[in-house]
């Protein structure tokens, strides 16, 4: 045996204690294949990306609700900062054309390694995203509204989404920079300070 998939069966309860006996070789997968999928862009990890592409991932798929546990999660531990929300797609949006594709992840967690695998296997860059203000009700992210009638366009196409994410500096928040920023003041203060005292 080489990989075992448990998601969706009583295995998946007792993952560890399954780990603890099969051989260390083994994959035991207790997630959803393409869940891993959408992990590995966000992880930027390229091999990864590569090895679901090879195990016939869509690299078009729509992201529905299915990944929203995973997406949900990912948001939270990624970006946010004390009281700062992030932007995100919407993927349970109405309307099936303008839920995030694969290579919208990409580009919102700044995921360049993976980006390139994914429009070299032919990634659709001419399609359409909603892309605005969310907030987390607990189970899932759902439309800022106060915050989303400010925005004029939420609607955006491919070609167009890494400025709209840079301009809402997305990038500060998936690579931890606002926690930096924080620490980079705090330092600046300290030295000014110091050399205060030393002149």
């Known amino acids: 045996m080489k990989a075992l998939n448990v998601c969706g069966t009583e295995f998946q309860d007792i993952y ?10 083994a994959i035991l997968e207790s997630k959803t294949r393409r869940e891993m999928f959408l992990e590995a862009i966000m992880n930027n990890d390229d091999k990864e990306v590569r090895y679901w592409l090879s195990c016939g991932q869509d690299v078009n798929m729509r992201i529905g609700i299915w990944a929203n546990d995973i997406l949900l999660h990912n948001w939270r531990e990624r970006c946010r900062a004390g009281k700062i929300q992030a932007p995100f797609f919407l993927i349970d949006h109405p309307s099936e054309d303008l839920r995030p594709m694969p290579i919208d992840l990409a580009i919102f967690y700044c995921a360049k390694e993976a980006m390139r695998t994914l429009l070299l296997s032919g990634a659709n860059t001419n399609h359409k995203v909603w892309f605005s203000d969310v907030t987390d009700d607990e189970s899932k992210l759902v439309i800022n509204q106060a915050m989303s009638k400010q925005r004029e ?3 955006f196409e491919t070609k167009d989404l890494p400025t709209a994410v840079y301009d809402r500096n997305v990038h500060r928040l998936v690579l931890g920079m606002v926690a930096r920023k924080v620490i980079f003041i705090f330092l600046f203060i300290f030295q000014y300070k110091f050399l205060i005292i030393m002149i």
């Not at 560890?16 to 070789?25: A, Q, W």
């Open 153 to 155: 366009f939420r609607e």
């Open 16 to 25: 560890e204690d399954i780990m603890s006996v099969i051989p260390s070789k």
